[in-house]
């Protein structure tokens, strides 16, 4: 029950700084709009803190791919590069085969 009370003020407080640090982010890069800033940087936001909080490995996979479907978002907006794409594809691919593997060694370390 402590974790919901915490947990909620640190989403809103990511949403508030995430809405605010958006439109200054986005005068650095114009060719982004400000919706598809804003919810980049909500994910990506949202994806440290889960990274922040948790202590299973399976939660911070899950928290690191919300980091990289934020930066994704945002980078989706400027280059559409085929290599690029196919790079991001790799590195979610790694970090999918990474969550497998820590899952079914943690797995088998407690069954042990």
């Not at 700084?17 to 986005?26: E, F, I, K, T």
């Not at 085929?82 to 979610?92: E, H, S």
């Not at 999918?96 to 069954?111: I, T």
């Amino acid at each position: 029950p402590m974790g919901r009370i915490f947990r909620i003020p640190l989403a809103v407080l990511i949403l508030i700084v995430g809405l605010s640090v958006a439109p200054q982010l986005n005068e650095l890069l114009p060719d982004i709009n400000i919706w598809v800033m804003q919810c980049g940087l909500l994910a990506i936001c949202l994806g440290l803190a889960h990274v922040g909080i948790s202590t299973r490995p399976f939660r911070i996979i899950l928290g690191l791919f919300t980091v990289l479907t934020g930066v994704e978002i945002m980078y989706a907006a400027v280059e559409v590069s085929f290599l690029v794409i196919g790079l991001l594809a790799v590195v979610n691919m790694a970090l999918s085969l990474a969550g497998v593997y820590f899952g079914l060694f943690l797995k088998d370390e407690e069954e042990t």
